[in-house]
């Protein structure tokens, strides 16, 4: 059998998270808020949510599914992008723009962004890291890059996001 090169597995992995999004969006949350992680290794599902935000040169609204914890009564999201070297282009856009809507399940909600910053940071990516193991390698695959935890702060309802959001 031979193994999944690293190109292969990042198409596999593009297009898992595509058809995730396109589920969660066309189903207005009904389906794709839990999402199955076996393909990489963790053998339980995890909650999603959708993450907008706006395009900080385009002005284009940017939808994308992101594992999520709840602390506090705050959402709690990870800007690993896969332990890349760079930020993920949705947290480049908050950073410019903390005004976002998120939606977990069928419920969506206008608020803001903020990043975890010291002590603060560390509690929470730690409690990410036991919600969803592989941060702690996309850690080290990062390099120098301390990857951003950001919280998100329900602020009213909004509507639920659609398949042209």
Same mark, same amino acid.
């Given at each position: 059998?031979?193994?999944?090169?690293?190109?292969?597995?990042l198409a596999r992995t593009i297009a898992f998270v595509n058809? %995730?999004?396109q589920t969660y969006l066309s189903s207005g949350g009904t389906?794709? %808020?839990?999402?199955?992680?076996? %393909?990489?290794?963790?053998?339980?599902?995890?909650?999603?949510?959708?993450?907008?935000?706006?395009?900080?040169h385009s002005g284009q609204a940017r939808t994308v599914p992101l594992i999520y914890g709840c $602390?506090?009564?705050?959402? $709690?999201?990870?800007?690993?992008?896969?332990?890349?070297p760079e930020h993920p282009a949705w947290y480049l856009n908050l950073a410019a723009e903390p005004q976002v809507v998120f939606q977990?399940?069928?419920?969506?909600f206008s608020g803001?962004?903020?990043?975890?910053?010291?002590?603060?940071r560390a509690w929470l990516w730690d409690y990410m890291q036991r919600h969803y193991p592989p941060y702690?390698?996309?850690?080290?695959?990062?390099?120098?890059?301390?990857?951003?935890?950001?919280?998100?702060?329900?602020?009213h309802e909004a509507p639920v996001l659609g398949a042209a959001d």
């Amino acid at each position: 059998m031979s193994q999944e090169n690293p190109d292969e597995l990042l198409a596999r992995t593009i297009a898992f998270v595509n058809e %995730h999004l396109q589920t969660y969006l066309s189903s207005g949350g009904t389906r794709g %808020h839990i999402m199955d992680m076996s %393909h990489v290794g963790v053998p339980y599902p995890l909650p999603t949510l959708l993450l907008q935000t706006r395009g900080r040169h385009s002005g284009q609204a940017r939808t994308v599914p992101l594992i999520y914890g709840c $602390v506090g009564g705050e959402w $709690v999201v990870i800007a690993s992008k896969g332990g890349a070297p760079e930020h993920p282009a949705w947290y480049l856009n908050l950073a410019a723009e903390p005004q976002v809507v998120f939606q977990v399940g069928t419920q969506a909600f206008s608020g803001t962004a903020r990043v975890a910053e010291g002590e603060e940071r560390a509690w929470l990516w730690d409690y990410m890291q036991r919600h969803y193991p592989p941060y702690r390698d996309y850690q080290v695959s990062a390099g120098a890059r301390s990857i951003p935890v950001v919280l998100l702060r329900a602020e009213h309802e909004a509507p639920v996001l659609g398949a042209a959001d």
